[in-house]
């Protein structure tokens, strides 16, 4: 999806900014986590496209009140077999704890956030967001070393979720939004 990719690498430079914390970064990243992928596709394709695709987002409002806040949520595991740009992904991570430094969060979020989407842009985009989280809720970046943006999150896969049987047997909580789709309602 060739339409969304600059808008991904967008998100991947912010990430990786050593700006974190100003006014602007801010800003952007607030708009990042809440709304602004399914703006962009939106932008990016027609409705009838995105329909085609099943390709829409659930956004950060109903992402929160689809994931219960529960105790333990360190020692679960969230599987997403559709995850597009991670919206139940973030709303699973705001539970989970940070770690002094930024590596060190991503390690432990990667071994407790899993997803797969068929789409390489959006699975790309559903782990920058994770990342733009961790810094979002004060986690310092690593100033002696880059991020590698290929590396995290190892559990979030370009795959059919359907055929991650081991995604599903590992996982404490499957989160997915319904099917998108056209329905014939008589009455």
């Known amino acids: 999806m060739k339409t969304f990719r600059p808008y991904v690498e967008r998100l991947e430079g912010l990430a990786t900014s ?3 914390q100003s006014g602007d970064w801010t800003r952007r990243v607030a708009a990042a986590l809440n709304g602004e992928p399914g703006r962009e596709l939106a932008e990016a394709l027609s409705l009838r496209t995105r329909r085609k695709m099943g390709a829409f987002f659930t ?3 109903l992402a929160q009140q ?3 806040h529960f105790k333990g949520a360190s020692h679960q595991i969230f599987f997403d077999p559709a995850c597009g740009v991670g919206d139940l992904l973030l709303a699973a991570a705001r539970l989970l704890p940070v770690r002094r430094i930024l590596q ?3 390690d432990s979020w990667g071994e407790r956030l899993a997803g797969c989407d068929t789409n390489p842009e959006f699975a790309r985009a559903a782990k920058t967001r994770l990342v733009l989280l961790a810094r979002q809720r004060g986690v310092p970046a690593d100033k002696t070393k880059s991020l590698d943006l290929q590396s995290v999150f190892p559990l979030i896969e370009v795959r059919d979720g359907l055929s991650a049987v081991d995604q599903f047997r590992a996982a404490t909580w499957i989160v997915l939004n319904p099917p998108y789709g056209y329905r014939l309602l008589i009455g």
Do not use: H, N
Request: zero cysteines; proline letters at 8%.
């Open 59 to 61: 956004g950060e409002t």
């Open 66 to 68: 689809a994931i219960p």
């Open 104 to 106: 060190a969060t991503l």
């Open 18 to 20: 050593s700006s974190g």
